[in-house]
């Protein structure tokens, strides 16, 4: 048993070690101190709970472990065949499939159809699309998704060229419809895949066509037009080209070239050497001039430079040209209305008025001879 001095004297260590505290927490550089402005934490209590990630109870993640590390062995090389419908996939399996067939080589099918996918799920599978150049056919039927989840797949099927059909329809039944996908929206995925089963054939050699018109397209690669030398059509219509590459004019047998809607403001001189082009369609886009090379090209039958910020026309050597259809409307013309004077503008205004078959007969009438 303690003594009554024994206890007096813990007493007085703990009054003793409580006032050493309370002064300590008053100087300036204590660590009680300094720890008196750090940020309060909440107790253990108040901390926001771990929340597990849900799966879908029929999901079978050892079976769907293996397929993942099959496909990472490639083990599809056979069968270039990925059936993974009914598998009761969810967003966290999609993304961990999409993060593997980003560049996979060996999976031509992919049936992903009757999964809980939604279009958390597809997002990843989307952004997929934009590296993989295997997949050529992609089953995704009956797997939650919305118009949210099928723009997305339009837009990254935008950059790519290989897959050629994509199966898309969205669960419904008697008594129930889930989600009817905008039909909008499906035909403009059926028009990318049009222009991609043509890419396709153009890589078989079956065919001598480039089609990429609307798909959000910023450049015309360089690399195409040196490969494929017997092009005989390019579309790049409505896209967001700002340069033609030079390589352009490597095409000798070219008769076709619509590159509308674009932010074109400049031609290289390399056009002129497309000596087969009988249809040349730049509308909309933001030419400030037009090379006399273009103007001097021996078959050109159509040309369309309609709605452009063009200064000045070379007419004379418009004159001369084999044109069937001319169109030069909504252009500013500033140079040309101080050169050519007031009576051969409102000529001009008036032959664009009344349509390009006016203005080629004005060009070819002599009327404007003396402007140079």
């Not at 599809?76 to 009761?88: G, K």
């Not at 295997?134 to 919305?146: A, C, P």
């Not at 039958?301 to 259809?325: R, V, Y």
Request: with cysteine; glycine share 4%; proline share 4%.
């Amino acid at each position: 048993k303690k003594t009554m001095e024994e206890d007096d004297m813990e007493g007085g260590e703990w009054v003793r070690g409580r006032l050493n505290r309370n002064i300590a927490q008053n100087l300036p550089n204590s660590p009680s101190r300094r720890r008196s402005t750090e940020p309060i934490t909440r107790p253990d209590s108040q901390q926001q709970p771990f929340v597990a990630v849900k799966r879908p109870k029929q999901f079978k993640e050892k079976a769907f472990a293996q397929t993942l590390k099959s496909l990472r062995r490639g083990d599809f090389q056979a069968t270039r065949t990925l059936d993974l419908s009914h598998h009761h996939l969810d967003k966290y399996a999609a993304a961990e499939l999409a993060q593997l067939l980003s560049n996979d080589t060996t999976v031509l099918t992919l049936n992903l159809s009757h999964n809980k996918l939604g279009d958390d799920g597809v997002a990843p599978l989307s952004r997929m699309l934009e590296k993989n150049r295997m997949l050529r056919t992609i089953e995704m039927q009956h797997v939650r998704m919305t118009d949210k989840g099928l723009k997305q797949i339009r837009c990254c099927l935008n950059n790519n060229v290989f897959v050629t059909d994509f199966q898309l329809t969205e669960w419904m039944s008697s008594t129930i419809l889930l989600e009817v996908l905008s039909e909008s929206e499906l035909s403009k995925i059926e028009a990318i895949l049009k222009q991609n089963r043509k890419f396709q054939e153009l890589l078989d050699g079956t065919s001598y066509e480039l089609v990429l018109a609307e798909r959000n397209q910023s450049f015309i690669n360089a690399n195409i037009l040196s490969r494929f030398l017997d092009l005989r059509l390019i579309d790049f219509s409505k896209n967001k080209i700002q340069t033609i590459p030079p390589q352009i004019g490597q095409l000798t047998r070219l008769t076709t070239l619509l590159l509308s809607s674009n932010r074109i403001n400049a031609l290289p001189l390399e056009l002129g050497d497309c000596v087969g082009l009988t249809r040349l369609d730049l509308q909309h886009n933001a030419l400030t001039e037009l090379p006399i090379q273009v103007t001097q090209l021996p078959d050109l039958q159509h040309l369309n430079i309609a709605n452009n910020l063009l200064q000045d026309l070379p007419h004379l050597s418009i004159g001369i040209m084999p044109l069937e259809t001319l169109e030069i409307q909504d252009n500013p013309f500033e140079t040309a209305k101080e050169r050519w004077g007031t009576e051969g503008w409102e000529q001009l205004e008036c032959a664009l008025a009344l349509g390009g078959k006016r203005v080629l007969a004005l060009f070819r009438s002599g009327s404007l001879a003396n402007v140079t």
